[in-house]
């Protein structure tokens, strides 16, 4: 099943990758460096039994960089709630991946009215040293050919249980060639956004939240999902055994049946 592809007019160019399906409205945000491609495992599991489109942030995948690269928190909440009113939807359920989990909790705390329930899958709470605290101040790289960039994608961090094979055309996907010369899909002035806090946002949110670690993560601790859940009014969360923090590629089955469960039960439809 592959999804169709749409953009959002204005600036920047959003691209969408729009599953169908017809139950409650369920939009997907990807982390740093990815793309909505790092959904394709769990988001023909979760179009059976929601409306579901992923959202390339600006600075990323098939959507448009930033000119001035002012990628920002407001900016990509501002993404957000473009694709939702593009989509046509009045309520939904907002799911997201790492810095995508960071921004739907801001898109929360700022723009609560439209959303039915949150889901925030495996993401940095706050940074305590090493890479995240380190501003990524280098141009973007460029490789000559698509063998020597293809042979660089890793993935960050780079434990995970997707296959090899996999792994590889994923890289594949996360590409694009500029004139004679490849680079990655997404824009190296991203790297400059400040991973503060999120602690002040969680009391803050008063819909049904959904928090999910993977067990080997190595970027959220079992104890900030703790810290995470007490803090919010109205959370549940779970850990996913054996996947690493790219969650939606280790354990996209678990992972959408964990969706699943929560957005059609208490947290009811998002129509």
């Known amino acids: 099943m592959r999804p169709a592809s749409s953009f959002i007019g204005g600036s920047p160019r959003l691209h969408l990758a729009d599953w169908g399906g ?3 409205p369920l939009l997907l945000v990807h982390g740093m460096g990815a793309n909505s491609h790092w959904w394709d495992r769990c988001a023909p599991l979760l179009a059976r039994r929601f409306r579901v489109a992923a959202l390339d942030l600006s600075g990323h995948g098939d959507s448009e960089w930033r000119a001035d ?30 810095l995508g989990a960071r921004l739907s909790l ?31 101040l280098a141009p973007q790289p460029r490789y000559p050919s698509r063998a020597a960039i293809l042979k660089r994608f890793r993935l960050q961090p780079d434990r995970t249980l997707l296959s090899a094979s996999a792994l590889a055309a994923l890289g594949r996907l996360s590409i694009r060639r500029e004139g004679r010369s490849f680079t990655w899909k997404y824009d190296w002035r991203c790297f400059r956004y400040r991973y503060d806090p999120i602690w002040p946002l969680l009391p803050r949110l008063p819909m049904p939240t959904l928090l999910i670690r993977g067990r080997e993560s190595l970027v959220m601790s079992a104890q900030d999902l703790r810290r995470a859940q007490a803090a919010l009014p109205q959370a549940r969360a779970l850990e996913l055994p054996d996947a690493h923090h790219h969650a939606p590629l280790d354990a996209p089955a678990a992972l959408s049946r964990a969706l699943g469960d929560f957005l059609a039960g208490p947290a009811g439809p998002a129509r």
């Open 22 to 24: 017809a139950g409650p």
């Open 69 to 98: 690269g002012d990628y920002r928190a407001e900016t990509w909440v501002e993404d957000i709630e473009r694709a939702r009113r593009a989509l046509g939807w009045e309520r939904f359920n907002l799911c997201g991946h790492s």
């Open 106 to 136: 801001e898109y929360a705390a700022r723009c609560p009215r439209p959303l039915s329930a949150l889901a925030l899958v495996d993401f940095l709470a706050e940074f305590s040293g090493g890479r995240f605290s380190r501003p990524r």
